[in-house]
């Protein structure tokens, strides 16, 4: 006789109920699945209704469990995706088209729930987001973000408490969530988020995309603190999206110990979250590709000029596109950069902007006069510069 094949899942399987649902293990131990019920009561499913479906599945023959095994093994039926962003009301219109860039883009199978971290936005721009969301089969959730909190943490000029409020997603997020999406508000999204879903964060704290520009520990700010034993090859990422595993996050209080940090080294700190969470974790993240994370420059320097990363930048259809630095294209600016594909790339958000129904025809006047003023000052101010140079 041929020897039994020895069940990758052995049974008996038992349910343990979960905040907000249930997980499935096998006979070691190992999670099989989490069934989570819906938040709305008008869609809930009655616990004893499915506790009870659920240890009837458990209990049939090994033949019906193995074609059960196979179903919690199809992608279809995992976790839905999960994203997460946070803002104040200054971020709010760029907040909304980010996620309906991310939504209109969005090609998988499972379904979306999206987690807004509230550090101030308005009632108003509350239900903005709402309306604009609106089109999309998604769950909306708003979560207070307690700011007070992080108010005693170093800033800078374009660098507010708000860039904190990622820390508090693992904090702030059910405890059954064991995965998220964290997605800064100065991005478009034009790839397809279902690939990075897909991705393995393993046992690391986050996948993250590795800083075009600092690239490195080594010629970052944190290479002047003593406190962070860094070696030459060590790199550093940016933390505008991050793949996060909650459950290590959590478990190893990442958050406390980054507010700690920053607080402690405050004097070092050039890019407040980032500088700390790269400090917490270093030799605990897992890289991602870099269009997961495409860094977009604006600058007023000539093409010829520019450093050699700002000046090969090409505009990808696939990629998260991230407007880093000051000048968002939001804002209205005299600045024309000298790179081709990042006016495309600045374009681009205004398109997205347009289409996801922010603006009333009123305040979209409004927004086009403001930007248009400021590049009649700017084209203005460089024919005067260029007549003074002649002189």
Request: aromatic content about 10%.
């Amino acid at each position: 006789m041929p020897e039994a094949r020895t069940r990758r899942f052995p049974p008996p399987w038992t349910v343990e109920q979960i905040p907000g649902g249930y997980k499935v293990k096998d006979d070691n131990g190992q999670a099989l699945a989490y069934i989570y019920q819906q938040e709305s009561k008008a869609d809930a499913v009655p616990v004893n209704s499915t506790h009870q479906k659920l240890k009837r599945a458990c209990a049939r023959s090994p033949v019906r469990v193995g074609k059960l095994e196979g179903r919690m093994n199809d992608k279809r039926s995992a976790h839905p995706v999960v994203l997460a962003c946070a803002a104040d009301d200054n971020y709010a219109m760029p907040m909304a088209v980010m996620l309906y860039s991310a939504l209109k883009n969005y090609r998988g199978d499972l379904p979306i729930h999206v987690y807004v971290l509230d550090g101030g936005v308005s009632g108003r721009h509350r239900q903005k987001i709402n309306k604009v969301l609106a089109p999309f089969p998604i769950s909306l959730h708003w979560r207070d973000s307690h700011t007070e909190t992080l108010r005693d943490l170093p800033v800078r000029k374009y660098f507010t408490v708000a860039n904190y409020q990622k820390l508090l997603v693992a904090e702030l997020l059910p405890a059954y969530i064991i995965k998220a999406i964290y997605l800064d508000c100065d991005l478009l999204v034009e790839g397809d988020l279902a690939g990075l879903w897909e991705l393995d964060v393993h046992d690391r704290y986050f996948l993250a995309a590795q800083d075009a520009s600092l690239k490195l520990i080594a010629t970052s700010p944190l290479a002047a603190c003593p406190e962070v034993l860094f070696n030459p090859d060590d790199e550093y990422f940016n933390s505008g999206v991050l793949l996060m595993n909650l459950s290590r996050l959590r478990e190893d209080g990442v958050a406390a110990k980054v507010v700690e940090f920053c607080r402690r080294w405050r004097s070092l700190i050039r890019f407040p979250d980032q500088d700390g969470l790269n400090a917490v974790a270093l030799g605990k993240w897992g890289k991602l590709d870099p269009r997961w994370n495409w860094l977009v420059v604006m600058s007023e320097k000539p093409n010829n000029e520019l450093n050699e990363r700002d000046r090969n930048f090409t505009y990808r259809t696939d990629a998260i596109l991230h407007y880093c630095g000051s000048h968002k294209p939001w804002r209205p600016s005299t600045l024309r950069s000298g790179q081709a594909d990042v006016r495309k790339a600045h374009r681009l958000f205004d398109s997205y902007a347009r289409r996801s129904g922010w603006f009333t025809p009123a305040e979209r006047l409004r927004y086009l006069a403001a930007h248009m003023n400021y590049k009649l000052r700017g084209s203005f101010a460089q024919r005067r510069s260029a007549v003074l140079g002649r002189d």
